[in-house]
């Protein structure tokens, strides 16, 4: 969907412009996202559309430009992620794959910075101590929500945030992506939303 509007009858709930009002409705000037996630939908705007798309999807966003580490409204957040999910949609075969595509992008974002990197040392543990430190890595990319990881299995747990205002969605492409970043073999995501700004995704490995 080249326009970047939102999906027609039969689409995902999620992927609508009703859902993207109703979260906006929720947040406050306190709810904050740091700039790396802005640069995670732009590069695979710009990856899979080119940059025509990522200047069709700022248009009408009055920053142009977002500093790494600088915080800014999670409204303005969700903005450019609906439309930018709305414009990679056709490429992949709707609005919640489009998502998912989008958050894969993250993990690597991440790793690369300052921050990322320290973040990475937790890997020479093992990755389990690596991906039990998620929530870590959250409040340092948004000032917003709760979230743990509980384990089920030596390779297997379930992720969970509280006054989230990202998709569950979100979190699945960000674990896969993390989970390639890490070389883990035979990674598998399945996600819900289990309230307004409730998630909970299961994940393992083999």
């Known amino acids: 969907m080249s326009g970047g509007q939102p999906p027609g009858e039969g689409a995902s709930s999620l992927g609508t412009e009703l859902e993207l009002q109703r979260r906006l409705a929720l947040t406050t000037p306190a709810d904050t ?12 705007l710009r990856a899979d559309l080119g940059e025509e ?15 790494s580490f600088f915080s800014y409204p999670v ?3 969700l903005h450019v992620l609906y439309t930018a999910a709305w414009m990679l949609s056709g490429k992949h075969g709707g609005f ?26 937790l890997a020479k ?3 389990k101590q690596l991906i039990s430190n998620m929530p870590v890595a ?25 006054k989230d205002f990202l998709l569950y969605l979100n979190h699945e492409g960000g674990m896969l992506g993390l989970f390639r970043a890490l070389g883990l073999q035979g990674a598998r995501v399945r996600g819900r ?14």
């Open 53 to 67: 798309a990522v200047e069709q999807c700022l248009a009408p966003r009055v920053e142009k430009v977002y500093r």
């Open 125 to 127: 543990e093992g990755p």
């Open 96 to 121: 919640e794959d489009a998502v998912r595509r989008i958050g894969a992008g993250l993990a690597p974002g991440f790793l690369s910075s300052v921050v990322g990197r320290a973040y990475l040392l």
């Open 193 to 206: 939303q289990t309230g307004p700004l409730e998630n909970e995704v299961e994940f393992s490995w083999e």
């Open 138 to 162: 959250f409040k340092a990319t948004a000032s917003f929500g709760e979230s743990r990881v509980t384990w089920t299995g030596p390779k297997s747990g379930v992720f969970t945030s509280k």
């Open 75 to 77: 409204s303005e957040y």
């Open 33 to 44: 996202v740091r700039g790396l996630s802005f640069h995670t939908v732009l590069e695979a």
